[in-house]
C-alpha cells in the first residue's frame, strides 16, 4: 500500500517545522472557537488526506470553517457568526504517480454560532445555511454505476453538550431544494466524542446520520486517533471506518464501507 499523499503531508509539515521551529506556546484550532463539530462529522471543513486500505482510493480535503464575528453575551455567553468552505474528492491511485479524480463534492454556507456554561462543562449550538452539490470529473471510468445530478440547499441545527471528558452532540437538517427530489426533507444527526476536547491528545468519535431515501437509510462514521496541536491549527492522525450512503453526489444513493488513514489539518 503506498501512502503518498500522506507521506507528503508529513514530509511538509515535519519541514515546516524543523525550518521555524517550535514555537513557544502551540495555539490548537479549536481556542476560542463558539462551535466544535465533533472529528467523525464528514462535513467538518478540514485541510489533508486519507487512503482507503482495502481499496486503490484516496480522498482529498481542502476547506475551512472560520467565525468571522464574535461577541460576548450576559451570563459569559458567547456568539459568532462565520462562513465555511469544503471540499472533499475521490482520488484512484494508479502507477506512477497518477491520480485521475473520480468525484468531487462542494459545500459552503454561513453559520450562527453560540456557547454558554453548564453544569461542569459548556453548551453550544449552531445553526446552518448550506449549499452541497456534486460534480463528475475526468477520472470517472467505473461503468458500474452512472453519476447524477446530485445537489441540495438546507437550514441545520446542531446543539452539543460538553463536558471535560467527553462531548455528545444532536442536529436535525431541513432540506428545502434538492436534486433528486426523493431524498427526504427532514435528517436527523447524532455524535459523541471522547477525549481530545482541549485540540491535543487522543480521542475516539462517532457520527451518525438517518435519511430517507424510499426508506430510512442510516450513515454511521467512527474515526479515532491523535490530535498534534500546531501554531494556530491542530494536526489530526487519524483511522476511520465509514458505512452507509455515499458522501459523494454523483454516486449517491449508493452505499459504501471504507476502511481509511489520514492526516488532516485544522484550522489554517
Given at each position: ?11 511538509l ?24 463539530p ?36 450576559e ?40 456557547q454558554?456554561p453548564?453544569?461542569?462543562?459548556a ?51 431541513y ?17 459523541v ?67 481509511s ?8
Amino acid at each position: 500500500m503506498r501512502l503518498y499523499p500522506i507521506t507528503l503531508l508529513v514530509v511538509l509539515f515535519s519541514t515546516s517545522t524543523t525550518a521555524g521551529g517550535i514555537p513557544d506556546t502551540l495555539r490548537p484550532s479549536n481556542e476560542g472557537i463558539v462551535f466544535v463539530p465533533i472529528p467523525a462529522d464528514p462535513f467538518y471543513a478540514r485541510i489533508g488526506a486519507s487512503e482507503d486500505i482495502h481499496n486503490v482510493r484516496t480522498e482529498l480535503f481542502a476547506g475551512r470553517s472560520v467565525e468571522l464575528f464574535r461577541w460576548a453575551g450576559e451570563d459569559h455567553a458567547r456568539y459568532s457568526a462565520g462562513a465555511e468552505f469544503f471540499i472533499w474528492s475521490l482520488l484512484r491511485r494508479e502507477p506512477k504517480f497518477r491520480f485521475p479524480v473520480e468525484a468531487a463534492d462542494y459545500f459552503f454556507g454561513v453559520t450562527l454560532n453560540s456557547q454558554r456554561p453548564a453544569v461542569g462543562g459548556a453548551f453550544s449550538a449552531r445553526l446552518r445555511l448550506s449549499h452541497m452539490s456534486a460534480h463528475a470529473v475526468d477520472g470517472v471510468f467505473d461503468s458500474t454505476y452512472k453519476p447524477r445530478v446530485y445537489s441540495r440547499e438546507f437550514v441545520s441545527f446542531a446543539a452539543a453538550l460538553e463536558r471535560s471528558l467527553f462531548k455528545v452532540s444532536a442536529g436535525l437538517s431541513y432540506l428545502f431544494h434538492s436534486i433528486p427530489d426523493t431524498i427526504g426533507e427532514i435528517q436527523p444527526e447524532f455524535g459523541v466524542q471522547i477525549g481530545g476536547l482541549q485540540g491535543e491528545g487522543f480521542y475516539a468519535s462517532g457520527w451518525f446520520l438517518l435519511q430517507k431515501i424510499a426508506a430510512f437509510q442510516s450513515t454511521a462514521v467512527l474515526r479515532a486517533g491523535f490530535l498534534l496541536p500546531a501554531d494556530g491549527a491542530t494536526v489530526d492522525f487519524f483511522g476511520e471506518y465509514f458505512n452507509g450512503v455515499s458522501k459523494y453526489g454523483s454516486r449517491f444513493p449508493m452505499r459504501e464501507e471504507r476502511l481509511s488513514a489520514g492526516i488532516t489539518v485544522l484550522g489554517w
